[in-house]
């Protein structure tokens, strides 16, 4: 059974720092692309930044020079480090793995954490 199980959210001022942690279990990890997204109400989801297998990074223009994704293939885990956080990054935080097996694609997500960022 595939697990993706986020942590690290919470309430940050402006300014602010968290990371956040996925770790996950049920899948060859280090063959996954790995992504974080967002949602803030009344929005849709997006991307905020992923890292493939080979350890190419990709980010949202909204996150670049913020935020760094990061990953330990010996632990299973995917990290979002997000520095000078905004109110706008406010939004409930979702870890995903994505791969291309044999023409099909495979994706799973986690359950989300929230991070609030407030005065």
């Known amino acids: 059974q595939v697990q993706l199980v986020e942590s690290g959210g919470g309430l940050v001022q402006p300014g602010g720092s968290l990371r956040l942690s996925c770790a996950a279990s049920?899948?060859?990890?280090?063959?996954?692309?790995m992504g974080w997204h967002r949602q803030a109400p009344g929005k849709q989801r997006e991307l905020v930044a992923e890292?493939?297998?080979?350890?190419?990074?990709n980010y949202a223009d909204s996150v670049k020079g913020r935020f760094t994704i990061s990953r330990d293939n010996a632990k299973n885990t995917v990290y979002l480090q997000m520095n000078t956080l905004k109110p706008e990054d406010t939004a409930v935080y979702y870890c995903?793995?994505?791969?291309?097996?044999?023409?099909?694609?495979?994706?799973?997500w986690g359950q989300g954490t929230q991070v609030t960022v407030s005065s």
């Open positions: 995903n793995a994505d791969r291309w097996i044999a023409g099909s694609e495979y994706v799973y």
């Open positions: 049920g899948i060859f990890f280090s063959r996954y692309t």
């Open positions: 890292i493939t297998s080979g350890g190419k990074t």
